[in-house]
């Protein structure tokens, strides 16, 4: 087993009054125990999704002896993703060392600090944009660009930006059918040279940059596909583009994703999630276990 070099080996300590599968159903028991490999989880809300993982997480390191800093937990939303650190814990008597869990975003911002000497336009103290700072710099663009704003709207021009990086479409890359695509285009040019010479990025650069460099450098997706060997991910059917091809990046070689989603719901469409992931894990994965919550 290859370990972390700032760690020897695992050290979990356990509560002995406390069992994994302990308040667990069959069919959760039968998701938290799935071999390694590719395990698809369909489950509606309120079927425990979240103890799923949390589980999962704790079986893997605990009966399948997987040293946690291999494994790699995403989510959508920071609430989430404490109150799995807070289960784990609760089982474990302390939170694993060396565990990366987190949002898609905080997850690739640690890797974009961290992988700063590979981008060409970055430090690593690179600030984050919020969406404040996104509009200002769209209305700097559209008046520097003479582009009435009040009748190619900020809003709308900040939307067909965040909509082409999250399906990784750079400035270089986007199609311009008609004239307010071509406007959308030059405003997109913009943005994206002023937020670098600005040493910045916005939260949809996070997830777009940290692919384009794994597609990019072998070198550097290796190294991450040998850190995280077991990937889980939660809302499956909430990941845009972006965030598939991450997820399809670092699980290329040992195809040991665990995915949980309800394909009956998207409540992140409007960020570009694609419901259809589900079907397209269901092709890449036809060996995959399903469970049924």
Request: net charge neutral.
């Amino acid at each position: 087993m290859y370990y972390h070099p700032l760690h020897d080996t695992p050290s979990i300590r356990y509560n002995s009054h406390m069992d994994i599968l302990n308040g667990l159903n069959d069919a959760q028991q039968t998701a938290v125990t799935a071999p390694i490999g590719p395990v698809l989880v369909l489950a509606g809300p309120g079927s425990g999704k979240t103890r799923v993982l949390t589980h999962r997480i704790v079986y893997l390191i605990r009966e399948m002896t997987v040293a946690p800093w291999h494994i790699l937990a995403v989510t959508f939303t920071n609430k989430a993703a404490k109150e799995m650190n807070h289960r784990i814990a609760a089982i474990t008597g302390e939170h694993p060392r060396g565990l990366t869990m987190g949002t898609f975003h905080s997850v690739c911002a640690r890797i974009m600090r961290r992988e700063t000497e590979n981008l060409p336009y970055y430090d690593s103290n690179f600030v984050i944009y919020d969406s404040d700072d996104q509009l200002k710099l769209v209305k700097a663009a559209l008046k520097e660009l003479n582009i009435d704003d009040k009748k190619y709207s900020p809003y709308k021009m900040l939307n067909g930006i965040s909509s082409a990086k999250n399906e990784l479409v750079t400035p270089e890359a986007y199609q311009t059918g008609n004239y307010i695509a071509e406007l959308t285009r030059r405003v997109y040019d913009y943005y994206q040279k002023a937020l670098r010479l600005n040493n910045a990025m916005d939260f949809d650069d996070l997830l777009m940059n940290t692919v384009l460099l794994l597609q990019e450098r072998p070198d550097v997706l290796a190294a991450y596909q040998e850190r995280y060997q077991h990937i889980l991910v939660d809302e499956f059917q909430d990941t845009n583009v972006a965030q598939y091809s991450l997820l399809n990046l670092l699980a290329k070689n040992h195809s040991n994703i665990f995915v949980v989603g309800d394909s009956d719901q998207s409540i992140y469409r409007w960020r570009g999630a694609d419901y259809r992931n589900i079907n397209r894990f269901r092709e890449q994965y036809p060996a995959a276990q399903m469970v049924l919550l």
